[in-house]
Protein backbone atom coordinates (compact mmCIF):
# COMPACT_ATOMS: atom_id res chain seq x y z
CA UNK A 1 0.00 0.00 0.00
CA UNK A 2 1.25 3.46 -0.76
CA UNK A 3 1.60 5.93 1.76
CA UNK A 4 -0.08 9.25 0.61
CA UNK A 5 0.97 12.72 1.37
CA UNK A 6 -2.12 14.22 2.67
CA UNK A 7 -2.47 17.51 4.37
CA UNK A 8 -5.43 19.76 5.74
CA UNK A 9 -5.73 22.67 3.63
CA UNK A 10 -6.99 25.51 6.28
CA UNK A 11 -8.33 28.01 4.34
CA UNK A 12 -10.35 25.94 2.12
CA UNK A 13 -12.03 24.24 5.11
CA UNK A 14 -11.97 27.23 7.19
CA UNK A 15 -14.09 29.28 4.85
CA UNK A 16 -16.31 26.01 4.21
CA UNK A 17 -16.22 26.14 7.91
CA UNK A 18 -17.80 29.53 8.09
CA UNK A 19 -20.44 28.75 4.85
CA UNK A 20 -21.95 25.88 6.43
CA UNK A 21 -22.49 27.62 9.82
CA UNK A 22 -25.57 29.75 7.95
CA UNK A 23 -28.82 29.20 9.38
CA UNK A 24 -27.08 27.21 12.76
CA UNK A 25 -28.43 27.62 15.80
CA UNK A 26 -25.03 25.89 17.59
CA UNK A 27 -23.93 29.22 18.50
CA UNK A 28 -27.16 30.30 20.78
CA UNK A 29 -25.89 29.60 24.30
CA UNK A 30 -23.33 29.43 26.86
CA UNK A 31 -23.76 29.29 30.03
CA UNK A 32 -21.71 30.33 32.78
CA UNK A 33 -21.98 30.45 36.50
CA UNK A 34 -22.80 34.07 37.54
CA UNK A 35 -22.80 34.37 41.17
CA UNK A 36 -23.61 30.75 41.82
CA UNK A 37 -26.60 31.09 39.42
CA UNK A 38 -25.91 29.41 35.73
CA UNK A 39 -26.58 32.25 33.45
CA UNK A 40 -27.21 31.97 29.40
CA UNK A 41 -24.69 34.59 28.74
CA UNK A 42 -25.39 34.75 25.10
CA UNK A 43 -29.14 35.90 26.09
CA UNK A 44 -30.58 33.08 23.95
CA UNK A 45 -28.53 34.00 20.47
CA UNK A 46 -28.89 37.73 21.27
CA UNK A 47 -25.19 38.24 22.23
CA UNK A 48 -23.35 35.67 20.15
CA UNK A 49 -21.37 37.03 17.56
CA UNK A 50 -17.55 36.68 19.11
CA UNK A 51 -18.99 33.27 20.66
CA UNK A 52 -19.37 32.25 16.83
CA UNK A 53 -16.11 34.00 15.65
CA UNK A 54 -14.17 32.88 18.08
CA UNK A 55 -15.29 29.56 18.09
CA UNK A 56 -14.75 29.28 14.31
CA UNK A 57 -11.28 30.63 14.87
CA UNK A 58 -10.34 28.07 17.77
CA UNK A 59 -11.48 25.06 16.26
CA UNK A 60 -9.38 25.95 12.81
CA UNK A 61 -6.39 27.08 15.08
CA UNK A 62 -6.50 30.73 14.66
CA UNK A 63 -7.29 31.62 18.13
CA UNK A 64 -6.67 30.17 21.48
CA UNK A 65 -10.33 29.27 23.15
CA UNK A 66 -14.17 30.58 22.33
CA UNK A 67 -15.05 33.64 23.83
CA UNK A 68 -17.97 35.23 25.07
CA UNK A 69 -17.07 39.02 23.88
CA UNK A 70 -15.73 40.93 20.97
CA UNK A 71 -13.24 42.37 23.02
CA UNK A 72 -11.73 38.99 24.59
CA UNK A 73 -11.70 37.83 21.04
CA UNK A 74 -9.99 40.41 19.52
CA UNK A 75 -7.03 40.46 22.42
CA UNK A 76 -7.20 36.54 21.60
CA UNK A 77 -6.09 37.07 17.94
CA UNK A 78 -4.01 39.97 18.52
CA UNK A 79 -2.12 37.20 20.50
CA UNK A 80 -2.47 34.85 17.66
CA UNK A 81 -0.87 36.78 15.03
CA UNK A 82 -4.04 38.76 13.35
CA UNK A 83 -3.59 41.79 11.51
CA UNK A 84 -5.78 44.99 10.65
CA UNK A 85 -5.76 45.00 7.25
CA UNK A 86 -7.15 47.67 4.57
CA UNK A 87 -9.83 45.83 1.96
CA UNK A 88 -11.60 42.94 2.79
CA UNK A 89 -10.16 39.78 2.23
CA UNK A 90 -12.40 36.47 1.50
CA UNK A 91 -11.93 34.82 5.33
CA UNK A 92 -11.33 37.69 7.31
CA UNK A 93 -12.90 39.15 10.24
CA UNK A 94 -15.05 42.03 10.39
CA UNK A 95 -15.37 44.33 13.51
CA UNK A 96 -18.06 46.85 13.06
CA UNK A 97 -18.53 49.87 15.31
CA UNK A 98 -20.12 50.12 18.84
CA UNK A 99 -24.45 50.27 18.83
CA UNK A 100 -25.91 51.80 21.27
CA UNK A 101 -29.00 50.27 22.25
CA UNK A 102 -31.08 52.34 24.15
CA UNK A 103 -33.85 50.08 25.49
CA UNK A 104 -30.83 48.23 27.72
CA UNK A 105 -28.46 51.35 28.02
CA UNK A 106 -25.71 49.01 26.52
CA UNK A 107 -22.95 49.26 23.62
CA UNK A 108 -22.10 46.27 21.66
CA UNK A 109 -19.54 45.75 19.13
CA UNK A 110 -20.51 42.81 16.18
CA UNK A 111 -17.93 40.82 14.39
CA UNK A 112 -17.96 38.20 11.57
CA UNK A 113 -16.93 37.01 8.42
CA UNK A 114 -16.39 38.73 4.88
CA UNK A 115 -17.31 35.47 2.91
CA UNK A 116 -16.98 37.54 -0.83
CA UNK A 117 -18.99 38.96 -3.31
CA UNK A 118 -20.06 41.92 -0.60
CA UNK A 119 -21.32 39.34 1.99
CA UNK A 120 -20.68 39.04 5.64
CA UNK A 121 -21.95 35.91 7.56
CA UNK A 122 -22.59 36.35 11.30
CA UNK A 123 -24.59 35.96 14.30
CA UNK A 124 -28.55 37.78 13.64
CA UNK A 125 -30.00 38.79 17.08
CA UNK A 126 -33.33 39.01 15.54
CA UNK A 127 -32.94 35.40 13.86
CA UNK A 128 -30.93 34.28 16.88
CA UNK A 129 -28.66 32.08 14.36
CA UNK A 130 -25.86 32.80 11.87
CA UNK A 131 -26.60 34.72 9.42
CA UNK A 132 -25.47 35.83 5.66
CA UNK A 133 -25.88 39.81 5.00
CA UNK A 134 -24.10 42.59 3.45
CA UNK A 135 -20.77 43.05 4.25
CA UNK A 136 -20.53 47.38 4.75
CA UNK A 137 -23.21 47.80 7.39
CA UNK A 138 -24.98 45.88 10.12
CA UNK A 139 -27.65 47.16 11.45
CA UNK A 140 -26.97 50.61 10.20
CA UNK A 141 -23.29 49.68 11.71
CA UNK A 142 -20.09 50.41 10.21
CA UNK A 143 -16.96 48.61 9.66
CA UNK A 144 -14.50 49.19 12.42
CA UNK A 145 -12.17 47.42 11.05
CA UNK A 146 -11.01 43.69 9.06
CA UNK A 147 -8.13 41.80 10.55
CA UNK A 148 -6.36 38.62 8.19
CA UNK A 149 -4.24 35.62 9.56
CA UNK A 150 -1.42 35.16 7.27
CA UNK A 151 -1.78 31.22 7.70
CA UNK A 152 -4.46 31.91 5.41
CA UNK A 153 -2.02 32.92 2.83
CA UNK A 154 -0.67 29.18 2.18
Not at 6 to 26: F, P
Not at 30 to 59: P, Q
Not at 125 to 140: F, L, M, T
Amino acid sequence: MNKQDVQLDLRDTYLATIKNSVGSTMFRNLYAKVNGETVDVMRDGDLSCAFFVSSILALSKLCTSAHATVDTTLLDMKKSGWIDIDEPRVGCVIVWENKHFEESNEAHQHIGFYIGDDKAVSNSDKARAIAEHPYQSHNGRGISHLLWHPQLDA
